[in-house]
Nanobody
């Protein structure tokens, strides 16, 4: 079974930065692409960013381009989401997910972490 655990969320002021981590286990991590999703109150869950198994290919939803950076350290079984210039609209529960696909977009059965809450507010 795939297990993913997110961390790094918290309260930050607009314009601030935060780095989220997703630690995975139960599968061959370096063979799997990982995607970050978020769900804001009253809104649908949306894909934020995805990274291929090697980290050589990444993508981002338009609303975070230039502000967020996804990366991975396969030796640590960890994917990161560096979030800069945060806006109140970024407030959401952030989840990481994997299917076993090697590239983005992901295909197959999704495995989810429990999420970490990011609140951007003054």
């Amino acid at each position: 079974q795939l297990q993913l655990v997110e961390s790094g969320g918290g309260l930050v002021q607009p314009g601030g930065s935060l780095r989220l981590s997703c630690v995975a286990s139960g599968f061959t991590f370096d063979s799997a692409a990982i995607e970050w999703f978020r769900q804001a109150p009253g809104k649908e869950r949306e894909g934020v960013s995805c990274i291929s198994r090697s980290g050589g290919s990444t993508n981002y939803v338009d609303s975070v381009k230039g502000r967020f950076t996804i990366s991975r350290d396969n030796a640590k079984n960890t994917v990161y989401l560096q979030m800069n210039s945060l806006k109140p609209e970024d407030t959401a529960v952030y989840y990481c997910a994997a299917t076993g696909s090697s590239w983005c977009p992901l295909r197959g059965m999704y495995y989810w972490g429990k999420g970490t809450l990011v609140t951007v507010s003054s």
